[in-house]
């Protein structure tokens, strides 16, 4: 019940108190430098966001909970990939370590729960396994202006997948100013932890009706290492090296736009991006103590190719509509998987025993879509936002494998090139209405309805006979968004929303040995789609110097697919299948924000709680983020001053909740606090010419920590290390 929320234990509320003070100021991270370092005020709920509604809106007026993060507060914190940006947020959080692997989790759901879109598009692919969903380090950091996050189900706007959030990087708009002038960028940021070497930059022109961006950057990191120290039950006498998290990538991208009229642009964007010898990060096993596996996964190599061609149109003038938009995009994604694990038996059995296991996978993931959309104002207040989507991914892929028990008798290796997951297709078609209505001055409601199809079918494919296989989704859902405004600086919001997820080829048709050896994986091309009912109640405030949010939200998924044992022996091995079978109950509260202290000081606070439930099984832990999460700030912006600086401060309490496993670091995952420090400085702007210099110091008190997504698996964050970036504008 959403009323339990409320009675949250002293303890946590006296925390958040010490943390924010007297008042419950924003969820949402504060716009905190410009690349020239100006200084900013704490204007976040006046921002505009498109994704939520579709149509843009400012932060305070979206009846939905969402975190906006722009090109001042990227630039500030200088990540690696769009998805670092998470660790201070309220009910988001990170799995994955090194350069490029970190991926999104929000309010606990993370992989293929997840939609990622660039631009309203989709990026998603549905030959991930269901905990990896795709990588935001495929989209350039410095090729985002801003990140919007929805934080919960958002199905009826973008269809499958987006069950439990939807992150949205928007690019930047092309230049706007016919000077026939050349404008560009370039950085050169360098870090410690990593040994970081990455130059970047673009340029721009736009020369009467038409206008071109080029961007491209080069990134070089080795692995890191984590400090010495304890976490639970894992010491390090150490620092320890974190293998396989640094990575060599490139990305290249051109935008070119053609206004057709003064309402009328054509835009083409492409973009290329490849990475080598990109890993999940491990540590060695010795070092976590006694008969520990080694679980090695990394991607030789990664190929992604994407072009997109859009047709925007406003002031149509059509009984239908006011203004329309067309896109279309195709992308390839190519990539190499190699799983290195081996196994100990443990006590009583010979030295070194165990069982090995090499795989090695292919797969080339190819995908056409597109998106018609189409807004109409009826009776000058109210608006219809209506439309269809598609997208078909295409895969074809080859496996192979080596399988090796050792430490009983000369080791036999048993080898196999039969493909695990079939050559297949995935096609999905949709259609969505929505109505924003304006029933009074200070009540608002938002009404949606999609309809979606999804079919997945196997293809002919080398080693395989058995016959084709195919399986189809139908899915209706809905939701409804109430904003209501008593007075001018407080707005009430209430959500009531249906999600949905159509299993994935791997999910359905994987066929096989288990990558560890310890299993054999039917497939169940029967799976039907997981839904999840989510409810939020929140609340914003906007008064002077202070600006806030709180919501508390229930989310339940049934149908959740869980890979269950069959009971019977399949080649000698135990049969497992996925299976629709969880029902899954996330609760939380989120709460934080920011408040302008005077004299160009500015503090930040935010809290979010996350309770986490297998409903039919109370007993299994599924928690994936943080239940406990705190973040303060305080920084110096002064006006018009040529320098600021800022302190940040997040403290994660201790869990027992989390999927801990085996891991050596014990049933409860021990509490962390970590300190950093970001400035910067504007060196020089004259003539034309900007210069300025970013600096930021991670992990200041060089603690010993791992996110909690990462303790199962057990990879630590880096130790204490400085990331500097000097940028040149022109």
Do not use: C
């Amino acid at each position: 019940m959403l009323p339990e929320l409320i009675q949250l234990k002293w303890d946590r509320l006296r925390l958040l108190l010490l943390v924010a003070g007297a008042s419950l100021i924003p969820g949402v991270v504060p716009a905190q430098n410009t690349p020239d370092t100006t200084a900013q005020k704490p204007h976040e709920l006046s921002a505009v966001v498109v994704t939520a509604t579709r149509t843009p809106k400012t932060v305070f007026s979206v009846p939905a909970p969402v975190h906006l993060l722009d090109a001042a507060a990227i630039r500030a914190q200088l990540p690696n990939s769009a998805a670092d940006l998470f660790r201070e947020l309220p009910g988001l959080d990170v799995a994955g370590v090194g350069t490029n692997q970190v991926r999104p989790i929000i309010r606990g759901q993370q992989g293929q729960r997840i939609l990622l879109l660039q631009d309203g598009m989709r990026l998603n692919n549905s030959r991930r396994q269901q905990d990896f969903g795709e990588l935001p380090a495929l989209i350039d950091i410095d090729e985002v202006e801003r990140v919007e996050v929805v934080r919960g189900p958002a199905s009826v706007l973008y269809g499958t997948d987006a069950i439990g959030g939807v992150v949205n990087l928007i690019s930047p708009e092309i230049a706007t100013q016919p000077d026939d002038d050349l404008h560009g960028w370039m950085a050169f940021a360098a870090a410690s932890q990593d040994h970081r070497r990455r130059p970047s930059g673009f340029v721009e022109q736009r020369v009467g009706p038409f206008a071109y961006r080029l961007s491209g950057s080069y990134r070089e990191t080795r692995d890191y290492r984590a400090p010495s120290g304890s976490f639970g039950n894992v010491t390090l006498g150490g620092d320890q090296r974190v293998h396989d998290t640094g990575i060599t990538d490139r990305s290249l991208g051109g935008v070119f736009s053609a206004d057709l009229t003064s309402t009328q642009r054509l835009t083409a964007r492409v973009q290329r991006y490849t990475a080598d010898d990109a890993g999940f990060g491990f540590v060695e096993p010795s070092a976590l103590g006694e008969n520990q596996p080694l679980i090695r996964i990394m991607y030789p190599e990664q190929r992604v190719s994407r072009f997109a061609l859009t047709y925007r149109a406003s002031a149509v003038r059509s009984a239908l509509a006011d203004r329309v938009e067309l896109t279309a995009y195709s992308m390839d994604n190519e990539r190499r998987l190699n799983l290195d694990i081996f196994i100990p038996f443990g006590p009583g059995t010979p030295t070194g025993a165990g069982v090995a296991s090499k795989s090695f996978n292919f797969t080339d993931l190819a995908t056409v879509g597109g998106r018609a959309e189409a807004t109409k104002v009826i009776a000058g207040r109210h608006q219809l936002t209506y439309g269809f989507d598609f997208f078909r991914d295409r895969s074809r892929n080859t496996d192979s494998s080596v399988t090796t028990v050792i430490g009983f008798g000369p080791p036999q290796p048993v080898t196999t090139t039969r493909p695990q997951v079939p050559n297949a297709s995935f096609r999905s078609v949709g259609g969505f209405v929505q109505g924003d209505l304006k029933l009074l001055e200070p009540l608002s409601l938002v009404l949606g309805v999609r309809g979606q199809e999804v079919t997945a079918r196997t293809r002919e494919t080398a080693g395989l006979t058995a016959e084709p296989l195919s399986s189809r989704d139908r899915t209706l859902v809905g939701s409804a968004n109430v904003l209501y405004r008593p007075i001018t600086s407080l707005a009430l919001i209430g959500t009531v929303s249906r999600g949905f997820r159509s299993p994935n080829l791997v999910e359905r048709f994987f066929d096989g040995p288990t990558p560890e050896g310890g299993g054999y994986q039917r497939a169940n091309p029967n799976l039907e789609a997981e839904r999840s009912l989510n409810v939020d109640l929140g609340a914003r405030v906007r008064a002077g110097r202070f600006a806030g949010e709180a919501f508390l939200f229930r989310n339940t998924l049934r149908g959740g697919i869980r890979i269950a044992p069959l009971g019977d022996t399949i080649d000698g091995l135990p049969g497992f299948q996925n299976v629709n079978v969880d029902k899954l109950r996330y609760t939380g509260v989120e709460v934080g924000g920011s408040v302008e202290v005077g004299a160009g000081f500015l503090a930040r606070a935010g809290f979010s709680h996350l309770e986490s439930k297998d409903v039919l099984n109370p007993n299994n832990p599924i928690a994936a983020g943080n239940a406990d999460k705190i973040v303060g700030e305080l920084g110096y912006r002064p006006t018009g001053r040529r320098f600021w600086a800022s302190y940040v401060v997040r403290h994660n309490a201790r869990q027992t909740e989390a999927q801990i496993g085996t891991s050596p670091v014990g049933a409860t995952l021990p509490a962390f606090t970590v300190h950093g420090l970001r400035g910067g400085v504007r060196i020089f702007d004259r003539g034309g010419l900007q210069s300025s210099l970013v600096v930021r110091v991670d992990n200041l008190t060089d603690e010993l920590y791992a996110e909690s997504a990462n303790t199962s698996f057990f990879r630590p964050e880096p130790g204490r290390g400085v990331v500097v970036s000097w940028n040149v504008g022109f």
